[in-house]
């Protein structure tokens, strides 16, 4: 094989660590179902993308992240049961993948 064109590597590689998520566009539809609910009687609706799970408030427009994930999630769900209300469970892509279950307080 003959190299054409190298890319120069980067001379420091350091991770930025100050960078803060403004807003999320975008849902995961291609291949999840049923991933958008509604919570908080309307007033916001969760859904997930890539490894991120997004809280949008209706009235705000406002975006809260959660992002403990390290891969892509694949499934969320909200409880039904009235006595525990906005419990979220979330579950992502692998072999041994993690599943995170928690309560999203109302705002």
């Known amino acids: 094989m003959r190299i054409l064109f190298r890319l120069p590597r980067p001379?420091?590689?350091?991770?930025?660590?100050?960078?803060?998520?403004?807003l999320v566009f975008g849902y995961r539809g291609k291949d999840c179902?049923?991933?958008?609910?509604?919570?908080?009687?309307g007033a916001d609706v969760i859904y997930h993308?890539?490894?991120?799970?997004?809280?949008?408030n209706v009235a705000t427009g406002s975006q809260s992240f959660y992002q403990?994930?390290?891969?892509?999630?694949?499934?969320?769900?909200?409880?039904?049961?009235?006595?525990?209300?906005?419990i979220v469970a979330t579950g992502q892509v692998g072999d041994s993948a993690d599943m995170s279950v928690n309560s999203i307080e109302e705002a």
């Open 68 to 86: 403990e994930h390290n891969d892509d999630i694949l499934c969320l769900t909200v409880n039904q049961h009235p006595k525990f209300t906005n």
């Open 11 to 22: 001379k420091d590689r350091t991770l930025v660590a100050d960078l803060i998520l403004e």
């Open 49 to 56: 993308t890539a490894s991120i799970g997004i809280l949008y």
């Open 33 to 41: 179902r049923n991933n958008v609910h509604y919570l908080n009687d």
